[in-house]
């Protein structure tokens, strides 16, 4: 019966992207059903998706136990990965809680070192996009993959395949490109970004908007007596808890939330009559940001530069939430959603395989 509704989903799905590529998205019987939907980039096999993580977790065998919102994510995870398999070009990755525990480096001894350079071994671009900002000093980002980096120069990757693996650090802001001394080197603005848009971004009006994120990310740690310290950034400020202290959940999504409706309301004020800077205030899981820029702009300003398309990039991150900085990728890519390094390894071990039946 699961299997069922999945090849009636699939329909749906199928129709929607006939519509929408018609101009007519708004008369699919999906839009009318899910008048949210997006934009699906390329097909999604569910039926199949579905059998696959059956064999693995019995979810039909369960009778007590209806399928979980896990249990859908991980199948349109599937679907995904067997969709796009084919075509792939461009794989991005967040960073914290995707390829490393929060707040740590990149392990040596991580099973995802082997499985990022079998990536790259099948010659697709590799990116890390993520809020993490160091500037444009690369040590910082080496820092934090040195671990992967080791890996890097142990597999004896040739220089043009280490060259296809960037980091885009602070969301959108910072390129660096990994060099055939298996270090990282910072890509000039004026090289990968365009003439327009984000390079047209004023200091000014930047610490303008981060000065509105800042008090309102202090009066919130002083209203909720939080314990923790209020840290700026060239593009980016943040509140950060105090030693081993922790912040609740419901604390940091309050600090996103509020932020996000304080600096939408500075945008629209009647005192300002400029385009709005794009922004993105996230709970990081343990700590909350506010950036100039997003991965929206990150992923296509990588798809640019690449020559890539939606339909050939895959964005894996686990802060998909509307208060997670993975959320706005959806309508640049496709888009895996995974809870944390380990699930990100069994992606990858899937897609791996995929990418070796495809060469095959």
Not at 329 to 358: F, G, H, K, Y
Request: with cysteine; proline share 4%.
């Amino acid at each position: 019966r699961y299997a069922e509704i999945m090849s009636s989903v699939e329909v749906l799905i199928e129709e929607h992207r006939r519509m929408e590529a018609a101009g007519l998205r708004e008369h699919s019987r999906l839009h009318r059903i899910v008048p949210s939907i997006g934009t699906f980039f390329t097909s999604l096999p569910l039926r199949r998706a579905f059998l696959a993580q059956d064999a693995k977790h019995s979810i039909a065998a369960r009778r007590f136990v209806p399928p979980s919102f896990n249990d859908i994510r991980r199948i349109l995870n599937t679907a995904q990965l067997y969709a796009i398999a084919p075509d792939l070009q461009l794989i991005t990755f967040d960073g914290d809680m995707t390829l490393y525990a929060d707040g740590q480096d990149f392990a040596k001894d991580s099973k995802l070192v082997c499985q990022l350079v079998s990536l790259l071994q099948h010659d697709l671009r590799v990116a890390i996009v993520t809020a993490a900002s160091y500037g444009d000093d690369a040590t910082g980002y080496e820092r934090r993959l040195s671990g992967l980096l080791a890996g890097f120069e142990e597999a004896g990757l040739s220089a043009e395949r280490l060259a296809r693996f960037f980091v885009l650090g602070g969301e959108c802001n910072y390129l660096f490109q990994c060099k055939a001394n298996y270090h990282l080197q910072y890509i000039a603005e004026d090289i990968y970004r365009p003439a327009t848009g984000i390079r047209l971004w004023s200091d000014v009006d930047i610490n303008r908007l981060l000065d509105v994120a800042e008090r309102n990310l202090r009066r919130c740690v002083s209203d909720m007596r939080l314990p923790a310290r209020v840290l700026r950034k060239p593009r980016a400020v943040g509140v950060i808890a105090d030693g081993g202290a922790g912040i609740r959940r419901e604390q940091l999504d309050e600090c996103t939330l509020s932020t996000q409706h304080a600096l939408l309301k500075y945008q629209h004020s009647p005192s300002q009559d400029k385009a709005p800077l794009p922004f993105c205030a996230f709970n990081g899981g343990s700590d909350v940001w506010v950036d100039i820029g997003n991965k929206f702009i990150g992923v296509q300003l990588l798809q640019a530069y690449l020559g890539t398309t939606p339909a050939t990039t895959l964005h894996v991150g686990d802060q998909f939430l509307s208060t997670g900085n993975d959320f706005s990728t959806r309508t640049a890519c496709c888009t895996t959603w995974i809870v944390s390094p380990q699930e990100t390894s069994e992606v990858l071990l899937d897609l791996n395989e995929l990418l070796d039946q495809a060469k095959a």
